[in-house]
């Protein structure tokens, strides 16, 4: 375990610098990690676990001590960390069952280079618990009086499902007498993915899965004494030609059957008659009886037990999943998901009024559902077809394609505007992917390359020589598509927009991916199994977007439904119109800023009488003449702007954070009209914020993330300007030619005419100046920055005005500095030689015992023996530790330094020693 603990007291100690901070002992000491299991971060507020792979976003908080029940918010984080995850028996437990290594690829689409990256993954609390609740529930229902019905676990799309699954078998393994286990899915594609993620877990799984490749392997797979992990479709379960049953392969009890999206579309009991046919002619030739795919897997395997997992909730009316696999074992639904930053939200926006559905198309459409929703067995399979295949025309006509396409363009650039990603559209067949495709490139040809490794744009589909040339050109391979999965889950490749049919749409993970478009009818489980494509966490990405261009919104309300009847709690989709109303209330917000009287109004209006208005209504600042100025004008007005906020109460802080939230639904709004009619409004606010997060005292704790906007082409071209600006020229003082904090630059900055920017500029540089400084001398370091933190909170707390601590910070602060840097040259000390002085003097007594001339030679041997001993990991070695303590104290002791101070020295001097570790090892190097 590695703990890096920040201080609570530090507002700039934040969780995301000691995030860094373990990326730092990543790059400088890689020998720390060859043993580890777990990262923790916090500092004191939040606490989160992640692995040394881990992004950020993948640090998960551990919410429960328990597994039953979430841990009241008023109990630390750390606290329930400790007492859950690090419960020496749980902490075992994850470092034997709960790790997985997965390997992904990164093709280089320039160099061709094939990058092979593995990742480290921890379970997160969520799929531990649940992970032991499924094995205990599977070991009781396989015993000798269990009913075999291992439960049902129900974990939303996004929160790593696929991983729980192959957690849950590894243990099993260890706790079912080596049984075999059987998984099942419904669809090739699917088999394929989840058959990967299991095979990246081969150690975890101590042995390799696989994959049955027909009906006759998957008998021989399963006709075995013990042991195995076997993928297979549930199709492959259908018995031979005229046979009702299955062939029994095993009466073994220790056999395991988990179904992932187990529905009762996949699993049932029911007996079908059915047309037998002549395979010649086609003919009816006479009937037979057929049952659902849960009975012939009863004729195989009478014994076995059966679990499900599943992303979506089991609907009120399915009888069959529950009669197979019992009730809920364990729930973790979007509500939980979303507040743990395991998934984003999801929005949706009806684009439908945008193609033209004529009524004949949405009548059509009606009737189509509600026959289906009728007749749930569809026994009149000609009857459905036929009015499908109409519906299919009317969806596929020409110039409905020509406006879907142009819309998607319009739509997807704006998107891919304010937030880089990926795109996916769902098409009603194949047909209609493919004249989709072509009409794409006929409006962007750039995005076409006949090459699966090239292009922005792709069809993932199978078409066979009978269905034309047009249709063939479009033909993806297995090997193809996984190609073209790699390139998609790649952020950095080129390939930003697919479309498919049926693939793709469940179990296919892609952060990146923030817009779906719809353009398919679409029911139930199956919905929501496809709108999830869009809530994996990347980067800053604040929620998905589902875009309707069908009219599936009725569908999607009995989806969610269904989803809320079954125990589910928040909104799994949310209207973009409420994403929108939050971005208008926010723009009030900010707006509301430059309206209220600032201390600075009057200093501002001296330098430029037209800068707030004459009048009400329109009193306040006025920002929007940046819309018509020059390029010099605009970023005075953005100087002038920030003069005013910093004039308010906690305006700074004010400003930053309703900005920052204005951005985030901005973001998720685009492309609403409404968004894209106050993106140079917001553009200048983003200025604005960025010269506060800048100049704001050591940065105000801010993390990079914080601070990354998704605003990014929007802004600039709203902040276009034809030439360079001077930042220096613009704040209406010249650039310093030699030192920042020369006198004549210091009498320049306390003559600024914008005072409140001058002491936010002031406050930045030497704050700035004396962190260079700490990464080499502890004490002085630290006394510098004692100084100034105590003048900003005299100023803070009114015992101070601007004018005064402008004047105290350059004729103390910054002069302290400057007398530091002069030291080196007058005692004839190098940078780290005069640290080690200072951390010896701090005692005055002993510089009154010694004198500076002793202490100098002490401090020169010191710096000697420290940097002859540093090795990579010596600050973390108590080996090393001691040895040098050791050498330290022998120098103190041959100078004759005073032994009742030595204690504090020597931990003044291995502290010191420890700052200039990173540049003794340099050298080294």
């Known amino acids: 375990m590695l703990f890096e603990l920040k201080n609570p007291a530090d507002e700039n100690a934040t969780i995301h610098k000691a995030y860094d901070q373990i990326q730092t002992y990543k790059a400088t000491i890689p020998g720390l990690f060859t043993y580890n299991a777990v990262c923790v971060i916090s500092d004191g507020m939040e606490c989160r676990a992640g692995s040394v792979s881990a992004g950020f976003t993948r640090y998960m908080t551990w919410k429960s001590a328990d597994g039953k029940k979430e841990a009241s918010r008023f109990i630390p984080q750390l606290e329930i960390l400790v007492t859950g995850m690090l419960n020496p028996a749980i902490l075992l437990d994850i470092i034997r069952n709960f790790i997985i290594f997965e390997k992904s690829k990164k093709n280089d689409p320039k160099t061709g280079i094939v990058q092979v990256e593995t990742e480290k993954k921890v379970a997160a609390y969520h799929q531990y618990y649940a992970v032991n609740k499924a094995v205990e529930s599977t070991l009781k229902a396989a015993s000798v009086d269990g009913n075999r019905k291992g439960g049902v676990v129900w974990h939303t799309q996004g929160s790593g499902k696929s991983i ?226 109409k519906l299919e025309a009317i969806v596929g006509n020409q110039e409905r394609i020509k406006n879907l396409a142009r819309d998607i363009v319009t739509h997807f650039e704006q998107r891919q505007a304010v937030f880089e990603g990926k795109g996916m559209v769902v098409a009603m067949s194949r047909r209609i992917a493919v004249d989709l495709y072509n009409e794409l490139i006929r409006l962007r040809p750039d995005w076409h390359d006949d090459e699966i490794s090239k292009g922005a744009l792709k069809v993932v589909m199978t078409a066979s020589s009978a269905d034309g040339p047009v249709m063939q050109k479009r033909h993806t391979t297995k090997s193809e598509r996984k190609a073209l999965a790699d390139r998609m889950r790649d952020p950095a490749d080129p390939l930003r927009l697919v479309i498919v049919r049926d693939m793709w749409l469940t179990g296919f993970d892609v952060p990146s991916l923030h817009t779906l478009y719809i353009d398919k009818p679409m029911r139930n489980h199956t919905l929501m199994q496809a709108i999830a494509r869009v809530n994996r966490v990347f980067k800053d990405k604040k929620g998905g977007l589902v875009v309707d261009y069908l009219g599936i919104a009725t569908d999607l309300k009995k989806a969610l439904a269904f989803y809320s009847d079954s125990g589910g709690k928040g909104d799994p989709v949310i209207e973009q119109e409420k994403a929108v109303n939050a971005m208008i209330e926010k723009l009030e917000v900010v707006r509301q800023l430059f309206y209220q009287e600032s201390k600075s109004k009057k200093a501002i209006l001296i330098a430029e009488p037209t800068a707030y208005y004459a009048s009400y209504p329109g009193t306040g600042f006025n920002y929007r003449r940046f819309f018509k100025a020059s390029p010099e004008e605009k970023l005075s007005i953005i100087l002038q702007a920030e003069e005013h906020i910093l004039g308010l109460e906690d305006g700074k802080n004010r400003f930053i954070r309703e900005v920052t939230l204005l951005s985030q639904a901005f973001a998720l709004s685009v492309p609403d009209e409404k968004a894209l009619a106050i993106k140079d409004e917001l553009a200048i606010f983003q200025a604005v914020k960025a010269r506060l997060v800048k100049f704001a005292g050591g940065g105000g704790g801010r993390s990079d993330i914080d601070i990354e906007t998704a605003i990014k082409q929007m802004v600039d071209e709203a902040l276009s300007s034809d030439r360079v600006i001077d930042i220096f020229d613009a704040a209406g003082i010249k650039k310093p030619e030699i030192s920042i904090l020369s006198e004549d630059f210091l009498l320049e900055l306390k003559g600024m005419k914008h005072q409140n920017l001058a002491l936010e500029l002031l406050k930045k540089l030497l704050n700035d100046e004396i962190r260079i400084r700490s990464r080499t001398n502890l004490v002085k370091s630290k006394a510098l920055l004692e100084m100034l933190e105590t003048a900003i909170k005299k100023y803070n707390n009114g015992l101070l005005t601007t004018a005064e601590i402008i004047q105290f910070l350059v004729d103390e602060v910054a002069k302290k500095i400057r007398e530091h840097d002069e030291r080196e040259a007058h005692l004839g000390l190098s940078k780290e030689e005069l640290a080690f002085y200072d951390a010896l003097a701090e005692n005055k007594s002993a510089v009154d015992v010694l004198g500076d001339d002793k202490l100098k030679d002490i401090a020169i041997e010191v710096a000697k023996k420290v940097k002859a001993n540093a090795t990579i990991d010596w600050t973390i070695r108590e080996s090393a530790r001691a040895k040098l303590m050791v050498l330290v104290k022998r120098t103190l002791n041959k100078y004759g330094y005073p032994p009742d101070m030595q204690k504090k020295a020597i931990d003044t001097v291995l502290k010191q020693a420890e700052l200039l570790a990173d540049y003794f090892v340099q050298d080294i190097v």
Do not use: C
Request: no cysteine.
């Open 164 to 389: 729980s699954m192959v957690f849950y078998t590894a243990k099993l393994v260890l706790s079912l007498n080596n049984p075999t286990v059987v998984v099942i899915t419904d669809r090739n594609d699917l088999d394929d993915q989840l058959f990967d993620t299991f095979a990246a877990g081969k150690q975890l799984l101590r042995q390799e899965p696989i994959q049955a490749k027909d009906r006759e392997n998957l008998k021989d797979l399963l006709n075995v004494a013990s042991g195995g992990i076997v993928f297979t479709t549930i199709q492959k379960f259908l018995p031979e030609t005229g046979k009702s049953e299955y062939d029994r392969l095993s009466d073994r009890t220790n056999i395991v059957v988990i179904a992932d999206e187990a529905h009762r579309t996949q699993y049932g009991f029911e007996a079908k008659v059915v047309d037998v046919k002549d395979k010649e002619t086609k003919d009816v030739i006479g009937k037979r009886i057929t049952y659902g795919f849960a009975k012939y897997m009863r004729d195989a395997l009478p014994n076995a037990t059966y679990i499900g997992f599943t992303g979506t909730p089991i609907e009120t009316t399915d009888v069959n999943t529950p009669a197979i696999f019992g009730q809920y074992v364990d729930i973790y639904d979007i509500s939980q998901s979303i507040a743990d930053g395991a998934t984003v939200k999801i929005y949706y926006e009806s684009r439908l009024a945008k193609v033209n559905m004529d009524e004949e198309g949405r009548r059509l459409i009606a009737e189509f559902d509600k026959e289906l929703e009728d007749d749930e067995e569809i026994t009149d399979k000609q009857r459905v077809k036929a009015k499908w295949t």
